[in-house]
Nanobody, 123 residues
């Protein structure tokens, strides 16, 4: 089992910055990729940014150039630096990790989620 705990959410004015952190515990050696998703009221959860074990990143078009995802494999953490925040960025942000477990003849992929942290951007 992998456990994810987010921190760093809060209230910020438009144009401001926040840094979200996610700490992983449990069977962390099984983690492959990590990422951040967000969900605003009345909307589906969407991918914000992801990062592979080796550091390759991917971003939603809406945040490209403003957000930066990083990870520290030794510290078992991932972070999302959010700059130039906009009101439409307001949402609950969730840390995500996926893992492959088991031998090659019985490999499984599982997904883990944190409880979420609220980000509110005022205009």
């Amino acid at each position: 089992q992998v456990y994810l705990v987010e921190s760093g959410g809060g209230l910020v004015q438009a144009g401001g910055s926040l840094r979200l952190s996610c700490a992983a515990s449990g069977r962390t050696r099984s983690i492959d990729n990590m990422g951040w998703y967000r969900q605003a009221p009345g909307t589906q959860r969407e991918l914000v940014a992801s990062i592979t074990w080796g550091g390759l990143t991917n971003y939603a078009d809406s945040v490209k150039g403003r957000f930066t995802i990083s990870r520290d494999n030794a510290e078992k953490t991932t972070a999302l630096q959010m700059n130039n925040l906009k009101p439409e960025d307001s949402a609950v942000y969730y840390c995500h990790a996926d893992a492959t477990i088991g031998p090659v003849e019985a490999v499984r992929t599982v997904d883990y989620w944190g409880q979420g942290t609220q980000v509110t951007v005022s205009s």
